[in-house]
């Protein structure tokens, strides 16, 4: 497939990649909704496999780029979507920001010990990652990275005791009369928990099951070919332009394959689901990670050791990103300067100054 791109014009190969860019886009919302109703039908939500359900449902885009990658060893790019995935989707987080109501920021309402632990464990996930970078191509475990190994047994660990923790989520507040007043103030909206209680979405109600499923299924499938042809031109794309196929797989394939989030994640602020929209977040950066002992598997070797210095950069970036956030969930900012929290501008120079430092190393 890649030779069939490389005789193409690059303007027909940009047409194709963007016509499956907004096939992910709306495949990833319709997998978000259906996702929903199947949660609220067999009462998934709470158990540990329909939590694996759900993340691996929200993430297929990402899944089927690496698939495609890590089929013709196009590591870069596998390495540059996860990673550079990380830091993109925190971004997303700044116009999460800008879309909340009234006078007080996003991290303002949301903020809670809960949130601060999710943040953390998708921090510890991509420092294990970070790690993995070091390890030497010839010390595998079955053609694995240990790392990638590593990512998924904390991942499965932490998810159980995430998921125990939301049963009784506890607010961040301390007993100072300004504090209890600023509590009164917070409108975090729905958490995990109480996804179930929400009625089928909309478009499924009156629908069956069967009817839902096959929805599914068809959104995964037309998921799966769009991110087979992202990888193949977004490859394309890089080599004629004479970018990259990392940078551009963690700056513009990143993008398109979060468009799904971005959706969803405006549609749970609208709502006043503010806990939601940013735990969404977190919760599929840490997933993310674990998406590389498939790459490991199918590529049959250990693909985190074959990091380069930027990728290495865009690891850290995402770290120090999630630990602003990790912060501000403590001490929340309570003034918003252009629709924006200070937290929200940290990000944005941070995500600059990141990709600044990228392309200088990238030389």
Same mark, same amino acid.
């Given at each position: 497939?890649?030779?069939?791109?490389?005789?193409?014009?690059?303007?027909?190969?940009?047409?194709?990649? !963007?016509?499956?860019?907004?096939?992910?886009?709306?495949?990833?919302?319709? !997998?978000?909704?259906?996702?929903?109703?199947?949660?609220?039908?067999?009462?998934?939500?709470?158990?540990?496999?329909?939590?694996?359900?759900?993340?691996?449902?929200?993430?297929?885009?990402?899944?089927?780029?690496?698939?495609?990658?890590?089929?013709?060893?196009?590591?870069?790019?596998?390495?540059?979507? !996860?990673?550079?995935?990380?830091?993109?989707?925190?971004?997303?987080?700044?116009?999460?920001?800008?879309?909340?109501?009234?006078?007080?920021?996003?991290?303002?309402?949301?903020?809670?010990?809960?949130?601060?632990?999710?943040?953390?464990?998708?921090?510890?996930?991509?420092?294990?990652?970070?790690?993995?970078?070091?390890?030497?191509?010839?010390?595998?475990?079955?053609?694995?990275?240990?790392?990638?190994?590593?990512?998924?047994?904390?991942?499965?660990?932490?998810?159980?005791?995430?998921?125990?923790?939301?049963?009784?989520?506890?607010?961040?507040?301390?007993?100072?009369?300004?504090? !209890?007043?600023?509590?009164?103030?917070?409108?975090?909206?729905?958490?995990?928990?109480?996804?179930?209680?929400?009625?089928?979405?909309?478009?499924?109600?009156?629908?069956?099951?069967?009817?839902?499923?096959?929805?599914?299924?068809?959104?995964?499938?037309?998921?799966?070919?769009?991110?087979?042809?992202?990888?193949?031109?977004?490859?394309?794309?890089?080599?004629?332009?004479?970018?990259?196929?990392?940078?551009?797989?963690?700056?513009?394939?990143?993008?398109?394959?979060?468009?799904?989030?971005?959706?969803?994640?405006?549609?749970?602020?609208?709502?006043?689901?503010?806990?939601?929209?940013?735990?969404?977040?977190?919760?599929?950066?840490?997933?993310?990670?674990?998406?590389?002992?498939?790459?490991?598997?199918?590529?049959?070797?250990?693909?985190?050791?074959?990091?380069?210095?930027?990728?290495?950069?865009?690891?850290?970036?995402?770290?120090?990103?999630?630990?602003?956030?990790?912060?501000?969930?403590?001490?929340?900012?309570?003034?918003?300067?252009?629709?924006?929290?200070?937290?929200?501008?940290?990000?944005?120079?941070?995500?600059?100054?990141?990709?600044?430092?990228?392309?200088?190393?990238?030389?």
């Amino acid at each position: 497939m890649g030779s069939l791109f490389e005789q193409q014009s690059l303007l027909v190969i940009w047409v194709i990649f !963007l016509v499956a860019g907004l096939a992910t886009w709306f495949t990833g919302i319709t !997998l978000a909704k259906v996702t929903d109703t199947l949660d609220t039908r067999w009462k998934i939500g709470d158990a540990l496999g329909g939590l694996v359900l759900l993340g691996i449902a929200g993430s297929l885009p990402e899944i089927a780029v690496v698939w495609s990658a890590a089929v013709n060893h196009h590591f870069p790019v596998i390495i540059g979507n !996860l990673i550079g995935g990380l830091s993109i989707q925190t971004l997303i987080i700044v116009i999460f920001d800008l879309a909340v109501k009234g006078k007080r920021p996003l991290s303002f309402h949301a903020g809670s010990r809960l949130l601060l632990f999710e943040t953390l464990f998708a921090v510890v996930i991509t420092a294990l990652a970070l790690g993995g970078m070091f390890i030497p191509k010839e010390t595998t475990i079955f053609q694995m990275n240990p790392a990638s190994i590593a990512i998924v047994l904390v991942w499965f660990g932490g998810l159980f005791m995430i998921n125990k923790a939301r049963t009784n989520p506890v607010n961040v507040a301390s007993a100072d009369e300004q504090a !209890l007043e600023r509590e009164k103030e917070r409108k975090p909206g729905r958490h995990h928990r109480h996804r179930r209680a929400v009625e089928n979405h909309p478009f499924y109600v009156g629908k069956s099951t069967l009817y839902v499923i096959l929805i599914f299924v068809f959104a995964c499938v037309v998921t799966l070919i769009a991110g087979v042809l992202l990888e193949e031109t977004g490859n394309a794309i890089a080599d004629k332009m004479n970018i990259g196929s990392g940078l551009f797989a963690a700056t513009v394939i990143s993008l398109i394959t979060s468009l799904p989030e971005i959706s969803t994640g405006l549609e749970s602020i609208f709502m006043g689901d503010h806990h939601l929209a940013i735990s969404d977040i977190m919760g599929g950066n840490a997933f993310m990670l674990v998406i590389f002992i498939m790459a490991d598997l199918v590529a049959k070797q250990p693909v985190l050791s074959f990091s380069q210095h930027t990728d290495m950069l865009l690891t850290v970036l995402a770290i120090v990103m999630m630990g602003v956030y990790m912060f501000s969930f403590v001490r929340p900012p309570q003034i918003r300067y252009l629709r924006l929290g200070w937290d929200s501008f940290c990000q944005i120079i941070l995500y600059i100054a990141g990709m600044f430092g990228f392309t200088m190393i990238n030389k």
